[in-house]
């Protein structure tokens, strides 16, 4: 053979072996998998529709799209008039009851029971009279000097002042007695219901004022003021600023690494050099196919879970959907 074509034939060889030599653990399974150091996914944060929890006519709105808004921060109000008109109405009417509650509670006045012993005083006069008339008339009749229907109209009447002073003795006892306890209760109740009523009144008047329920940015104002709204209408959208989450993917070798509560960093192509502090906050159950939207140098049909990270302090720059890099703390010696 030509020596000149010897010296390449020689040199192929040669690097065959050496690649067949350093290949070895991986054709004898060993070393098939390198720990990752490194996860992809990209930025998640919430959004929330707001809308008034009553009907009514839309009165004021107080942010516009982009605006930073805080929590409590009062974002639009409604027409406040007829839930004021429906919390007056309600107010008078537990007043109403809660008097005619303590009315029955008291009972009569002094001056009503001593009304009623007059009284009852009286019909007993009227009776001591109606008995002696009575009397008279009967002594009278055996000599003819008063006839029967005399008599008989003078045992009526002491008949029926008879009855008359029962019913001023009974009035009497039951003003001294006081009210009944059904009586009561049932007015206990309905200044239950009258109470519930204004507080339910109140709270709709609360609700015509639309507060924001955490920080974040308005994203979209859907209405304007002088529309009528519904309580399922939308009447803003907010972009939560916190918290902000990494919705990543581990391969299934690499779970063992990963555990919730696990701190790790994440990187932003916008600030490659400045890391986000972040916390492994929830690891899926299921395995599912590599999305689209992660790129990752391993096959795309790998079987990996889905991570959930949570950054600590997030930055002005992670927008939603914005893809990240998540650093995993270095691997301990002589982990697997």
């Not at 974040?216 to 104002?221: D, E, K, Q, Y």
Request: proline share 6%.
């Amino acid at each position: 053979m030509n020596r000149k074509l010897l010296i390449p034939v020689v040199l192929i060889a040669g690097a065959a072996a050496a690649g067949w030599w350093f290949d070895l653990p991986s054709r004898l399974g060993l070393g098939q998998h390198r720990p990752a150091s490194v996860l992809y996914g990209n930025i998640d944060i919430r959004q929330v529709s707001l809308g008034f929890r009553v009907s009514g006519r839309i009165d004021k709105l107080a942010v516009d799209e982009g605006d930073p808004v805080k929590a409590g921060d009062i974002l639009g109000t409604l027409d406040p008039t007829p839930f004021q008109q429906a919390v007056d109405a309600a107010s008078a009417e537990l007043a109403a009851l809660s008097a005619n509650l303590d009315k029955l509670k008291a009972g009569a006045r002094k001056t009503e029971i001593a009304q009623a012993r007059a009284a009852h005083e009286e019909q007993v006069a009227e009776l001591q009279n109606a008995d002696l008339a009575y009397e008279r008339a009967r002594q009278l009749r055996p000599s003819g000097t008063i006839s029967q229907a005399n008599l008989d109209q003078a045992s009526a009447a002491r008949a029926a002042a008879a009855a008359r002073a029962t019913s001023a003795r009974e009035a009497l006892a039951l003003l001294e007695e006081g009210s009944r306890v059904e009586d009561i209760a049932a007015a206990t109740a309905e200044v239950q219901a009258a109470t519930a009523k204004l507080a339910s009144a109140r709270t709709s008047l609360s609700d015509t004022r639309l507060l924001a329920p955490s920080d974040g940015i308005v994203l979209s104002r859907v209405r304007e003021p002088g529309a009528m709204i519904a309580p399922s209408d939308t009447a803003y959208v907010i972009s939560l600023t916190e918290p902000v989450w990494v919705r990543a993917y581990v391969a299934e070798p690499d779970l063992g690494r990963v555990h919730p509560g696990m701190k790790v960093e994440v990187f932003s192509d916008t600030a490659p050099d400045r890391p986000y502090e972040a916390t492994v906050g929830f690891i899926s159950p299921v395995a599912e196919f590599t999305p689209k939207s992660v790129e990752t140098p391993e096959l795309r049909t790998d079987l990996v879970y889905r991570l959930r990270i949570v950054v600590t302090k997030p930055g002005a720059d992670l927008r939603q959907g914005m893809p990240v890099t998540v650093r995993l703390p270095r691997a301990e010696s002589g982990a697997s």
